[in-house]
């Protein structure tokens, strides 16, 4: 369900200025028991209140203000916050009043003056009858088979959909040029007629796909921001992204930067959909999709198109956010690590590196044992091998027990089938004594290593925030996994594998 945001006070910051011309909008709601009304806009993916009439008499409402409403499609809150309908405020009317009645409300609906509301009410009288009809089928099956009666439904719901289809395109093509034909295209799927056949006579799925991906959008006016304040735009949006284009880093780049090139810069439909954007890709669970964030930060915030979204602080931490990002992508060389195993730690615990309290201590520790530390280091790129696990981890961290020992496992199993492979294990910390015996303990024999010179800057340059954090990468130390659970380790590394194998042909 949509949230109502009640409060002006709440909306965001870039939601545009009123302009001081006034509104007036009178709703006659026969028998209405509201004492309390609400005037409330759809915005993206949110809706919020734009007027409160506090004193409801006999049904009539009244929402009047000197700042003008900004287009949008609105609807009437009961003060229960309960939905009554949607109606259209445009730029140059907002003077509006609306009559119906709570017993029969949508066949009442009437807006005297305003073509666009009386057309709009017709349309969804129509819309509510064929959804009354498609409700009344099962009813229409008695005596039928549960065969025949799913043929029967299927048959009816057909017709009924095509009868919608056809009226709605009948009713975009009659209101060109009006705000509602624009509204109802968007709820409108572009589907594809006289499809070919493919090569296996069935319709070309191809085709199909093609069509509705290339129309999605037809019709659709993104330097229109009254779009934002209508029912469907968000929802067709997130479709778009989520289920329409082919889910790939580089594909949604590009429908991304198509998208925002239809926008005016500065408008509240840039405006809002960078700041769907940015969290939506900040936040993906689907490994690589950091790409698209950081493209995201390449593209609009470096180049100054985030102000007005957020404020300056936030936006640099954003941008010092790609910068941690940035060498972590997939495909990316990952960046090298001088670390310390079990045997270099005596070597620089006579240094002093155990015991140094401050960061400027540590500093003048190496650049005195500089020299002698280049004998002592573990570097991540002096490992050969054709499979690489980085795997970042803490003694002290619970999931790192149940993890770790899993691990070692796929290791042992992958070592069994004679894949040229080697784990570079970082511990995180610091208590050498505890860390010595956890690896004794637990019989971890692969390369054992932590920052005990205090020079990787392992939190950044690994966004390390916390454990386990676990890497793949191939012979070249470019990235091809990153962050992934320990049961899918042995499956990329067996797909690093084909692509070998595929190169060599």
Not at 431 to 444: G, P, V
Request: aromatic share 12%.
């Amino acid at each position: 369900m949509r949230k109502i945001v009640l409060g002006l006070s709440l909306l965001s910051a870039f939601t545009g200025a009123f302009a001081q011309t006034g509104h007036d909008i009178r709703v006659n709601f026969k028998n209405a028991k509201d004492t309390v009304m609400y005037l409330a806009f759809y915005q993206f993916d949110k809706s919020y209140i734009a007027d409160t009439c506090k004193k409801v008499v006999k049904g009539n409402a009244v929402f009047k203000g000197k700042n003008s409403l900004e287009k949008g499609v609105y609807y009437v809150v009961s003060q229960e916050k309960g939905r009554y309908f949607d109606f259209f405020i445009s730029d140059k009317n907002q003077n509006i009043t609306i009559t119906t009645d709570t017993n029969q409300m949508v066949k009442n609906l009437r807006a005297p003056g305003s073509k666009e509301n009386n057309d709009f009410f017709d349309y969804i009288r129509f819309i509510t009858n064929k959804n009354k009809e498609f409700g009344e089928l099962r009813g229409k099956t008695k005596g039928l088979s549960a065969k025949d009666s799913t043929a029967f439904v299927n048959e009816k719901a057909k017709e009924i959909n095509a009868a919608v289809a056809d009226f709605e395109r009948s009713f975009v093509e009659g209101h060109k040029g009006m705000f509602v034909a624009d509204v109802i295209n968007l709820k409108m799927e572009k589907e594809a007629k006289d499809i070919p056949k493919a090569s296996n006579g069935r319709p070309d799925s191809i085709y199909i796909y093609n069509y509705y991906k290339n129309h999605y959008w037809d019709g659709v006016n993104f330097q229109d921001d009254g779009i934002l304040r209508t029912p469907f735009f968000a929802d067709r949006v997130k479709k778009y992204f989520n289920n329409i284009i082919v889910q790939n880093p580089d594909t949604v780049n590009i429908e991304i930067d198509r998208m925002m090139g239809k926008t005016k810069t500065g408008s509240a439909m840039h405006k809002f959909l960078l700041a769907y954007f940015t969290p939506t890709y900040e936040s993906s669970k689907v490994m690589g999709f950091d790409k698209v964030f950081v493209h995201i930060i390449d593209t609009y915030f470096r180049t100054g198109q985030a102000k007005g979204i957020y404020e300056d602080a936030t936006i640099q931490k954003i941008i010092e956010r790609g910068d941690i990002l940035k060498p972590l992508l997939l495909g990316s060389k990952a960046p090298d690590l001088l670390m310390i195993d079990t045997i270099g730690h005596k070597s620089i615990a006579k240094m002093g590196f155990d015991t140094v309290k401050t960061s400027s201590g540590a500093t003048k520790l190496y650049y005195d044992n500089v020299q002698s530390l280049a004998q002592v280091f573990t570097p991540l790129y002096g490992v050969k091998a054709d499979y690489l696990v980085l795997v970042f981890w803490d003694v002290d961290c619970g999931h790192c027990k149940t993890e770790i020992p899993k691990l070692i496992e796929e290791y042992h199993a992958l070592k069994k089938e004679k894949y040229d492979i080697k784990v570079f294990s970082v511990y995180t910390q610091h208590d050498y004594e505890k860390w010595r015996k956890y690896i004794i303990e637990n019989k971890l024999d692969w390369i054992n290593v932590y920052d005990g010179v205090h020079v990787n800057n392992i939190k950044e340059k690994y966004d390390i925030y916390s454990t386990p954090v676990i890497y793949i990468l191939d012979r070249n130390k470019v990235i091809k996994a990153k962050r992934i659970g320990t049961e899918q380790v042995k499956d990329i590394v067996k797909n690093m594998e084909r692509e070998y194998k595929s190169d060599k042909k």
